[in-house]
Nanobody, 124 residues
Framework: QVQLVESGGGLVQPGGSLRLSCAAS????????MGWFRQAPGKEREFVAA????????YYADSVKGRFTISRDNAKNTVYLQMNSLKPEDTAVYYC?????????????????WGQGTQVTVSS
């Protein structure tokens, strides 16, 4: 089993920034792709960003392109999500997960193992 722990969420004003972290343990980290998803109340969990095993290839949802940046530090077994120019519609619980197959980088069905999530609230 892989254990994932998200952190870094909180309350921020529109236009502000946050950096989320996902610390992994229990399995080889450097050889797997990782993704970030988010879920707002009453809505389905949606794709946010993903990164391949080496960090050289990234994918982003259209709603966050140009504002969010995904990165990883394999020496620290950690994936990051830098969120800038935050908007109220970014409010959600953010989860990280491990890519486990499938043909799509953006589908929830292509991921397994999920952390507990970290709450991000964007409000003035």
């Amino acid at each position: 089993q892989v254990q994932l722990v998200e952190s870094g969420g909180g309350l921020v004003q529109p236009g502000g920034s946050l950096r989320l972290s996902c610390a992994a343990s229990g399995r080889t980290f450097s050889s797997v792709a990782m993704g970030w998803f988010r879920q707002a109340p009453g809505k389905e969990r949606e794709f946010v960003a993903a990164i391949n095993w080496s960090g050289g290839v990234t994918y982003y949802a259209d709603s966050v392109k140009g504002r969010f940046t995904i990165s990883r530090d394999n020496a620290k077994n950690t994936v990051y999500l830098q969120m800038n120019s935050l908007k109220p519609e970014d409010t959600a619980v953010y989860y990280c997960s491990v890519r486990s197959g499938g043909s799509s980088w953006v589908s929830r069905e292509s991921y397994r193992y999920w952390g507990q999530g970290t709450q991000v609230t964007v409000s003035s």
